[in-house]
């Protein structure tokens, strides 16, 4: 069983920029792909970047050259560094860690982006 604990996100105006970071409990967090999802209100959930254990990385169209995804294994955790927010990047961002078609997800951390 793999815990996974979203923290950074918050209320912020247009244009400014946070950084969400994921905590893994999994010693073998080097071995699992991490990705981030999110789900705005009275919308389904959506894949905004995800980076292989390898550090592949494949983004969004919506957040390519805004969103920055990255992991540290030594720390067993996944950051998304996101710049240049819009008011529609607002959601609920959670974190996914997937590895042998087993799948563990975070409870998520809200983003607010304000006009």
């Known amino acids: 069983q793999v815990h996974l604990v979203e923290s950074g996100g918050g209320l912020v105006q247009a244009g400014a920029s946070l950084r969400l970071s994921c905590a893994a409990s999994?010693?073998?967090?080097?071995?699992?792909?991490m990705a981030w999802f999110r789900q705005a209100p009275g919308k389904e959930r959506e894949l905004v970047a995800a980076i292989t254990s390898a550090g592949r990385t494949n983004y969004a169209g919506s957040v390519k050259g805004r969103f920055t995804i990255s992991r540290d294994d030594a720390k067993s955790t996944a950051y998304l560094q996101m710049n240049s927010l819009k008011p529609e990047d607002t959601a609920n961002y959670y974190c996914?860690?997937?590895?042998?078609?087993?799948?563990?997800w975070g409870k998520g951390t809200l983003v607010t982006v304000s006009s």
């Open positions: 999994e010693g073998t967090f080097s071995r699992y792909r």
């Open positions: 996914k860690a997937h590895r042998n078609g087993i799948e563990y």
